[in-house]
Every structure is written in C-alpha cells, then in structure tokens.
C-alpha cells in the first residue's frame, strides 16, 4: 500500500491542478504573452510540484519507513536509503 493512501484524494487534485497550471502556460507561449509573466507561471509550477513531492515525502517517512523500522532489520535500513536517495533528488532540483 502506498504512504499516501488516505490522502490520495488530495493529492490527485493537487496533480490536476498543477496539470492545469501547465496547460495555462502552453497556451500563454502559444499567445506570444510576455516572457516574464510565462517564467512567473513556471515558477509558481515548480514550487506546487515541489510543495506535492513534500507532501508525498512526508506520507512516505510517516508511513512505509517507520514501518520498516518497527520492523528492523535490512528492511529498515534499505527504506531508511531509499528515502535518503529520495530527499537528495529533490534538492538537486
């Protein structure tokens, strides 16, 4: 089961949101609109993708990774490096 389950609904809607924002921009490239106001949208994406992938993260630490360490042994050890692995990925962006 994913970390996210109960909240899942919650972030589908983020998701599509996000995917609207997108297509907003498109069309504002597809408008010739100013470039500035195109870099302001992107932006205001990148930090919404963000925002959902922290949200995501935290449902991962609080879930699947604090069961892997009830349960101890290389599972934990091997969720603790996936989340570490996780986590660098985010800030390289």
Do not use: F, P
């Not at 389950?5 to 408008?31: A, F, P, S, T, W």
């Not at 604090?66 to 996936?82: F, L």
Request: net charge negative; glycine share 6%.
């Amino acid at each position: 089961m994913a970390g996210y389950q109960n909240h899942k609904d919650d972030v589908v809607r983020r998701l599509r949101r996000i995917e609207g924002q997108v297509r907003g921009i498109q069309r504002m490239v597809e408008e010739d609109t100013y470039c500035i106001d195109v870099l302001t949208q992107i932006s205001a994406v990148n930090a919404a993708l963000q925002s959902c992938a922290v949200t995501l993260l935290d449902e991962h630490l609080n879930c699947c990774v604090t069961e892997a360490i009830v349960q101890g042994g290389e599972q934990a050890r091997a969720k603790v490096d996936e989340a570490s692995r996780a986590i660098a990925r985010l800030i390289r962006t």
